[in-house]
Every structure is written in structure tokens, then in C-alpha cells.
DNA sequence: TTGTAAGCGTTATCAG
DNA sequence: CTGATAACGCTTACAA
């Protein structure tokens, strides 16, 4: 085991990097020392320093994260935990978390809690013994779920509340209340939600709002069920956003605008001349489908990078630095237009 | 330091997780016999296995991978190196690999290489030592810094060749043919290539594969520089695609398509009317873009999980498993039409 | 079948 | 300012 030949077999073709020992002995020094001169500037006579830093790099030195971590317990990885890769959503998120991680030096684990919780628990077994932190964008997970990890590691939730757990949160009120003004501008007065999947804390406080809304509007206001937030769901809504006789649909997201107007279009129900569609969250695509889909953007990168921002100032043990204010905005588009009275 | 209220208060409100150390001592057993029952099932008596389970269980004890990696060198953690996450096409390559690594046990690292290598350094400095290879998927990284990441870790390349690094592409050369094939059938005789970056590999090779098909067919053909693989890009080229005459375009990717093809229709062009355009990839929104798009389409979640596959194998040492074909498929859509004699 | 002990690469404490 | 030395949690000869 000691036989360096025997090493090299089981380490592939990675040839085994260098490590303080090697510096320090190189150089005459005893191995603390080299650790101070890396990690602790100003702390080693400079001039020991930089021999120091010189014969690091000339060994191709690199720290081992595992040794270090090993014993000050940080990683300075940080897990991101998200509930279905396939909506376009996420994208956003795990974009704003990575950039975040780079500029303070994390690196982002990532994992998909697909389907049940029960499939997912090897994933995150794995995931969590080896980060400081987690985001949770997992909106399959339960109340429960989340409530044991966050005994287990710091956690900071996006897009949801359990509890009083950290979380970034998209502002949802001015969200609603913009989507329904623009409704009621348009003359509607009779509006339906479709919703999200039940479990989905964000899918109901979505519901929640915008029936507040509408009804301080002075709006007929119905919730229409749906098997899926996808535009599988949104398309197979059709039937019921037929039957409930509104002008105007909020989908739970832009996923059931893009499927639900496209239904609309196949059997001929003109968007927005026969019935409008509103979405949630601007995701790629809403902008150039057909028709291109008038939505609540939310600031989905903005949100990764806040996430972030907040778990690692709660493991620094630091005041959590002044949230910027996840602004939501009304972006028009062709999906909505005047009320008809016909219908 | 031994004193533990002094670590709770380094650890945030982290509870100090079980050791195999607190198994052990709950037990009246030794540490090296707990560590055997989880990781060698069969080379301990199957009581005492049974009764370590539980234990473990019962306390919550994950194990520590830091300090197995130590002693093992592998972290069971695989690294996915990406060049541009606003681009779709990477979301089905990572949903691939996250789905591959979950079934093989181990987790993804992520890192995006934006802008130049040097921005990216810290990144991969970080993200290298802590994975037992990478996946890179990373059109602006240089062949010489690929060479140099190779040097130190395992690599799989996607959508890439350099040298003879072990690389998963999809096949180039029938996905070429099909798109020429569907425009010959068309009538067009006269085509031209909207370019990617010229550095990327991918963005040459598709434009030599086309040539080669299209000068067999008979056909006329132009290459047009871009300035990004983007939608912008793909729009800004509008005024060189008029200008050459084609009566068809090849873009290098489903993003450039869709850019062109709805600069087109606001520039009062009709497509496919008066002009077709096809993409490459077929991502996210082809099928929803209006015109929809007529798409070469490459199976990047597959390539995600084959070379997460390949990687495992190189680490194990095993034999390569037999990589899957990885067929392309021509999806016509409403991007593309008759040729038309006029223009 | 089980226990003992060494070592993986760091960091941190405590002397010199 | 620098050098021993003891952890950190786990694996694995080797011994019992």
C-alpha cells in the first residue's frame, strides 16, 4: 500500500498530485509551515513564503478538499436540489446559484428529486453528508421532508415557505395583483385559474392571490384542475377551461399557457380573440411561441443567486446581507387582448 | 476542541452527525467491524451486521465521504463542465448525466466554463480536485487546456473530438445527410450555412458534413458567419442570408434558427414561403416556435448518460460498455417547404 | 469473525 | 517565525 507502483494502478492514469509534504520537503520545511505560508498570508516570513509558493506551483500543488474538509468539517460545496429538470424554470435558477457559487468560491452540487421522495432519498443521502448547505427548489418534497433535512444541514428554501426556514421568495402579491389589473383593463370579468399540482405550496399561494385579486376586482373567479403542470396538462385542461365560460385563463405557469393556448389554436379558439391566457415566470420560449405568451416573470436567476447569498452568510455565521427585492413584472405579450362579450 | 460545545457553535446549528465510532461504542464493538457490516455485507456475522444496520440507522449515521475519499481517492463524484447554460440544449445533457449518475451512485458537480478559460479558472481549480473526472461539455474551452484538464483527471468529451480522448458525439455525418436529403426533396438546389463560432468543433464539423452532401446533391452552397450561436445571432445574419440568395438555410443550431427565422417574418419573409431554414438539435420551444422547427434532432440526454457511463467504466477500469448508437433524427416541422423558382 | 493500528492530506494547538 | 503533534472519519492490512 505504501508502494508507490501499487498506488499508481489503482489511481487510473491521475497521476498522484502533490501535497504539502512534498513542498515541504522539497524546501526543508516542516509541513505546517507550508500549510501557513498557503492558507494564512502574512503569518510566514515572506521570504519563506514566497520559496513556499514558488515550489507549489512548480509541483502543480493543488489543496485536497477532502483532507482539508476532513478536518474543518466545510466542504465549500453547496447542493442544489430541484424538482424536475424538464421545466425550463430551473434553468434560470441553476444559472443565478452557479454564478453566485463561483464569485464566493462554492462549488455547486447538484441533484434532481425526481419523482417520489422514496426514489430520490439515495440522491440526497449522498448529497448531503458531502455539502455545507442546500437550496431547495423541490416542490415534490413534503413539509415533512424538508423539516428532517433541515435538521441535518443549513438549508435555505426557493420559492416556498415550511415553517420559518430561510427562503427566497419572488414577491406573489404584486404579481397577482398586476396580472389581474391587466385583465381588468382589458374587461374581463370573468376569470379562471388553472391550477398547479395540490402539493405545490407556490401553486396555491398563486390561486390563493390571484382569487383575492380578482374578487376585490369585482371578478367572476373559478379554479380549474389539472393533471400536470406541463403543456400536456395545460392542453389537456381544454375541455374544462371550455366549460367554465371565463375570458381569461391564469395557467399556474408559462409551461400550461404555451400547451393550453396551443390546444386553444388546434380547435379553433382564437388566442387572445376568443378567450385570453396569462402565464407565470417568463421562461424561455414564452416570448417567441404562437401565440408569444403574456406572463409574470419572476426573477428565477436573481433567486439562485440570492439563495445562495443567504446560506452561505448563515454558515459564515454573518448578518444575512439586505435581500434585494425579488421584483415580479407584467410582461405583455399577444396571449391576452380585449374582453368579448360574445361566448 | 475536544470540548463539543466549542464545535457546535463552528457548525452552525448542524448537529455533529454519527461516526462509525459511535456505532461502534453503542455496540461494545470495534469501528473497523461497523465499517466492514456497511460496505462488505457478507464478511461479517450476519447478526452483528444486522444489529450495526440498525444501530446506524437508528442514530442517522451517513457516512462521511471526505474521509472515505481520503483514504480511497474517489469521491464518487463526477464533474460536468458546460460552456453556456442559457443554451437549452445543455438542459437535456445534464438531466442525462444527473440521471446516469444517480443510478451508478454517484453525484454530479457542476460548473459552467462562461466567458474565457482564465474567468474560469478558480472554477475548475476547485471542481477538479474534488471529482474523480469530468464530463466536458465546453465548446470555448482550447484543445491545448482539454489536453492540460486530461492530464490530470479523467475525461470524457461531448459533442467534441480532441485527439484520441475518449469522446461521446452523436453521429454528424447522418444527421447531415438527412437535412440535405429533406431539402433536395424539396427542390432546393441552392442552400447555405448559417456558422456557428469558428473555435467551436461541433459548429465546423456540421458545416464540412454539409458541404460534403450538399455538393453530392448538386447543390450550390455558402457559408455565413455569425456573430453568436444565439437568436440574436441568428437574426442579425438576416441581411447575409438575403443577400445570398439560397433559397434555403441551414443554421447551425435550433437557437440561430429560430432568431432567423423570425427576423425573417418581421422583415415581411415569409418562412417557409419564401425561404426554409432548418436547425440543429432540436431543443426546447423548436416545436412550439412559430414557424415550428424543422430540426436535426441529437439525443443529448442520452449523450449525458452514455459518457457518465463511459467515465464510470474508465474509472473502474472495466471494459467501455457498448455505446449506444446515438441516432440523429430529422423532424420536419413548418420551417421548411417547397423551393421556390422566384426570388 | 472481530479487533488493533496505521495512514490518507489537512489544519490547529502548543512548544520551541 | 517555525516545528512537532494530534486530531478529522474512514478503510484495510495484519494480528488475534
Redesign the pocket.
Known sequence: ??DPVERETTNGNRK?SA???DIARTL??????V??A??KPG???AK?EKRIRDAAADLG?R??PM??A???GRTRMLGLVVSDLTNPVFFSLVRGAEKACNELGYTLVFAESQESAEAESGTLDRLLPAVDGVLLAAARLSDEEITTIAGSTQVVLVNRRVDDLPAIVPEIEAGAAQAIEHLRELGHTSVAYLAGPPQSWMARVRGERLLDHAVAAGMTFAEIPSESPTREGGAAALRRVRASGATAILAYNDLMAIGLSRACREAGIDVPGDISVVGFDDIFGADFANPSITTVRSPLDQAGAEAVRLLVSMLDEEQAPPAAELTTELVVRESTGEATSSQ
Chains 1, 2 share one sequence.
Not at 28 to 33: A, K, M, R, V
Open positions: 500500500m505504501t498522484p501535497t504539502i509534504y526543508g520545511l516542516s509541513p505546517s509551515t500549510s501557513r498557503l492558507n503569518r510566514v516570513n519563506t500543488y489543496s485536497n483532507a482539508r476532513l478536518h474543518t
